[in-house]
């Protein structure tokens, strides 16, 4: 169900770029972001009642992400956008039952829907942008890290997370039709992340990345002098 879900998001972004040079308001290309996470917990009172030795604090873990993006302007600076693709997530873990500090590695396909907002810049031909959407992460993989190997630790992770995105920053245009997107973002899960026997041992959080994402987009800018 899972493949069919990609093919079907790869297929509409497909014909996305097709109708680009017909559609002037209409973007399309690769996004990249690079950023930290963590696991921010939601639970600390009953962890601590507990007395739970699985669970300890937990610190920003360094992620990267790469994907798909495509924006449809409606007017000269509303609009709306969509994009998929790979994203890390994780924590590390600063206090542990031992002297080592593994990480939770956590691997998400994500898909992201919301609106655009754009308006000119402090500099020439620059934009102010502004994203706020929705978003939904698949887990595809999970494992405990050490400095030595690594554990599959997939059933202690809910599979499905949702949660808020906001972007800040502007568009730069290149050559042609193109521009350079690059943003400022945060993304806050809202579903409980730990499952199975972590969270039976009182561990509760949820989902938080921020960092900084970069896209280069073929269309054409509306900018107006």
Same mark, same amino acid.
């Given at each position: ?36 996470s963590?696991?921010?917990n939601t ?34 600076k ?14 590390? !873990? ?12 956590l ?14 810049? !402090? ?16 887990? !595809? ?56 026997n ?28």
């Open positions: 169900m899972m493949i069919k879900k990609i093919v079907f998001i790869v297929f509409i972004f497909c014909i996305s770029q097709i109708q680009v040079l017909a559609q002037p308001k209409l973007y399309f290309g690769p996004v990249y972001s690079m950023g930290a963590k696991i921010f639970n600390a009172l009953n962890r601590m009642n507990m007395g739970s030795e699985i669970d300890g604090k937990m610190g920003a873990k360094l992620n990267v992400g790469a994907g798909l993006k495509a924006e449809y302007f409606f007017s000269e509303w609009g709306m956008f969509l994009q998929t693709g790979f994203q890390q997530r994780g924590t590390l !873990l600063n206090e542990y039952m031992d002297d080592y500090k593994p990480r939770y590695r691997n998400y396909w994500d898909a992201m829907l919301g609106g655009a907002f754009r308006t000119k810049g !402090l500099m020439k031909k620059h934009q102010f942008i502004i994203n706020v959407g929705v978003t939904q992460h698949t887990l !595809l993989e999970a494992n405990r890290a050490y400095d030595f190997g690594s554990d599959n630790i997939m059933n202690e992770f809910n599979n499905v997370d949702v949660g808020l995105f906001l972007g800040i920053g502007g568009n730069i245009p290149l050559s042609g039709k193109d521009i350079f997107q690059i943003q400022l973002f945060a993304n806050a899960g809202m579903l409980q992340t730990f499952s199975g972590f969270s039976m041992n009182g561990m509760s959080g949820t989902n938080f990345l921020t960092g900084i994402q970069m896209a280069y987009l073929i269309g054409r800018s509306e900018n107006k002098e």
